[in-house]
């Protein structure tokens, strides 16, 4: 196991989240699966949690109760190298769940995620800061990101 692997807390949701991510990215796979036993705060043989893996990270999905819902002040940030990716993730992710601004969207288990496209941080970080603040500009008007949107303000800046 890595050193570091996001456990992400679900009430009673971890089978079905687990099946919805795995449905969603090309590399996904379940790794090991525990159950609460006799005498825990759970029904005895509920799913405790579940290890799996989606393209190469390592997660734990949980089964811990109603106490911590998920809040966007964290947020899994995937990485796309087109907009067709763009447009694939941000409709099956988002499918039941709300939009946000600026590549951001909560799904169905209120987990954040931003669906953001590989170059998006060289246009941000252009040394022309009026190039740099164009695409800024054009992002903050954005919910699903727009690849040739953010190229065409970069480009006119």
Same mark, same amino acid.
């Given at each position: 196991? +890595?050193?570091?692997?996001? /456990?992400? #807390?679900?009430?009673? *949701?971890?089978?079905?989240?687990?099946?919805?991510?795995?449905?969603?990215?090309?590399?996904?796979? =379940?790794?090991? =699966? =525990?159950?609460? @036993?006799?005498?825990?705060?759970?029904?005895?043989?509920?799913?405790?949690?579940?290890?799996?893996?989606?393209?190469? %990270?390592?997660?734990?999905?949980?089964? @811990?109760? $109603?106490?911590? $819902?998920?809040? $966007?002040?964290?947020?899994?940030?995937?990485? /796309?190298? =087109? %907009?067709?990716?763009? !447009?694939?993730? #941000? *409709?099956?992710?988002?499918?039941? @769940?709300? +939009?946000?601004? /600026?590549?951001?969207? %909560? !799904?169905?288990?209120g987990l954040s995620w931003q669906i953001? +496209? &590989?170059?998006?941080?060289?246009?941000?970080?252009?040394?022309? +800061?009026?190039?740099? %603040?164009?695409?800024?500009?054009?992002?903050? @008007?954005?919910?699903?990101? !727009?690849?040739?949107?953010? *190229?065409?303000? &970069?480009?006119?800046?």
């Amino acid at each position: 196991m +890595p050193k570091i692997t996001p /456990c992400l #807390w679900f009430d009673t *949701q971890a089978q079905e989240a687990v099946a919805f991510y795995s449905g969603i990215f090309a590399s996904a796979r =379940t790794l090991r =699966t =525990t159950h609460y @036993g006799e005498g825990a705060p759970r029904p005895a043989d509920m799913v405790l949690t579940i290890e799996f893996e989606l393209e190469g %990270q390592r997660f734990i999905a949980l089964n @811990g109760g $109603p106490e911590f $819902p998920f809040t $966007p002040a964290v947020s899994l940030s995937v990485e /796309c190298q =087109t %907009q067709d990716e763009v !447009d694939r993730l #941000w *409709q099956q992710l988002g499918a039941g @769940g709300r +939009p946000g601004q /600026c590549g951001w969207l %909560q !799904d169905k288990y209120g987990l954040s995620w931003q669906i953001v +496209p &590989h170059l998006l941080p060289e246009l941000l970080s252009d040394p022309d +800061p009026r190039k740099a %603040q164009a695409v800024m500009q054009a992002l903050m @008007g954005m919910h699903k990101l !727009d690849i040739a949107a953010l *190229q065409n303000a &970069h480009a006119r800046a």
